[in-house]
């Protein structure tokens, strides 16, 4: 049975950027309650229902786009949501899923195929968020992707896709190595992988880096060793091994966020 996600509409996010040697308490499972507010983004599909997190800061802001993992707008997503407003930037959690969630493997790939089968859709969904935070009096207009499996590769596709945004911030996504299609991207890439990740091996990573440098694209990526997939937002499932990966991977995010994103 999928489940409908919903939170309430609460205050705004303080200023509170994490120190360098500390990760955001979302991804160690430690978060409070949240910050943000539900918000419905897409006049394309009425059922669509994402999460925005705003600096209690004036601004103007730099945005950035969160495109949730294989099981929806869950909860941890808007936990990290609350953590990027909390570091400057206006946070909107897409969903892609028509506001429903998984609860098992079996649901998580019937919505990943439903929606994939559709990647017109996607670009549509993503591209009303993108109109969504630009609108908004409190930016300046650079709006970024971050995304996390299911996520990272959707961000990817809207890097192809379309040229609305500023930034794309790839954890452990779907992948390709065609130097033809990087052409299409016209800014940084992101990108954090992990050496022990079954589903994307090292050979397709590196593929795809001498893709984006063969096209010119400047990118930020690295492989980290002893982690799997997932070890990034799910910090809290392996602690003594993650961290320090997590970690490493937070501050270059900040840093490649800082690049694309500010004034």
């Given at each position: 049975?999928l489940t409908?996600?919903t939170?309430?509409?609460?205050?705004a996010?303080?200023?509170?950027p994490t120190?360098?040697?500390?990760?955001?308490?979302?991804?160690?499972?430690?978060a409070?309650?949240?910050?943000?507010?539900?918000?419905?983004?897409?006049?394309?599909?009425t059922?669509t229902l994402?999460?925005?997190?705003?600096?209690a800061?004036?601004g103007?802001?730099?945005?950035?786009?969160l495109i949730?993992?294989?099981?929806?707008l869950?909860q941890?997503?808007?936990?990290?949501a609350?953590?990027?407003?909390?570091?400057?930037?206006i946070?909107?959690?897409?969903?892609?899923?028509?506001?429903r969630?998984?609860?098992?493997?079996d649901?998580?790939m019937?919505?990943?195929?439903?929606?994939?089968?559709?990647?017109?859709?996607?670009?549509?969904?993503?591209?009303a968020?993108?109109?969504?935070?630009e609108?908004?009096?409190?930016?300046?207009?650079?709006?970024?992707?971050v995304?996390w499996?299911?996520g990272?590769g959707?961000?990817?596709?809207?890097?192809?896709?379309?040229?609305t945004h500023?930034?794309?911030?790839i954890?452990?996504?779907?992948?390709?190595?065609?130097p033809?299609?990087?052409?299409?991207?016209?800014?940084?890439?992101?990108g954090?992988?992990?050496?022990?990740?079954?589903?994307?091996?090292v050979?397709?990573v590196?593929?795809?880096?001498?893709?984006?440098?063969?096209?010119?694209?400047a990118?930020?990526?690295?492989?980290?060793?002893?982690?799997n997939?997932?070890?990034?937002?799910?910090?809290?499932?392996?602690?003594?091994v993650?961290?320090q990966?997590?970690?490493?991977a937070?501050?270059?995010?900040?840093?490649?966020?800082?690049?694309?994103?500010?004034?």
């Open positions: 049975m409908i996600a939170s309430a509409a609460l205050a996010v303080p200023y509170a120190a360098d040697d500390a990760l955001p308490a979302a991804i160690v499972g430690a409070g309650p949240l910050l943000g507010t539900d918000i419905a983004y897409y006049d394309g599909n059922k994402g999460y925005l997190a705003v600096p800061t004036p103007p802001h730099g945005a950035v786009i949730h993992e294989w099981n929806g869950v941890r997503v808007k936990e990290t609350d953590a990027i407003a909390a570091e400057g930037y946070a909107l959690a897409a969903d892609l899923y028509s506001g969630t998984g609860t098992n493997r649901e998580n019937t919505l990943v195929r439903e929606t994939l089968a559709d990647p017109a859709e996607i670009i549509s969904n993503l591209e968020a993108v109109r969504h935070l609108a908004r009096p409190d930016t300046y207009g650079k709006v970024g992707t995304g499996c299911y990272g959707v961000a990817l596709s809207f890097a192809l896709g379309s040229d500023d930034a794309t911030a954890f452990y996504g779907r992948l390709l190595d065609d033809e299609q990087m052409k299409q991207i016209h800014h940084e890439v992101y954090t992988f992990a050496r022990n990740d079954q589903g994307i091996p050979a397709q590196e593929a795809f880096v001498k893709a984006l440098r063969s096209a010119g694209v990118n930020d990526i690295h492989i980290y060793d002893e982690v997939h997932g070890f990034w937002l799910h910090v809290d499932r392996n602690p003594a993650n961290t990966p997590a970690l490493d937070w501050q270059r995010l900040k840093a490649y966020f800082q690049r694309t994103l500010g004034e």
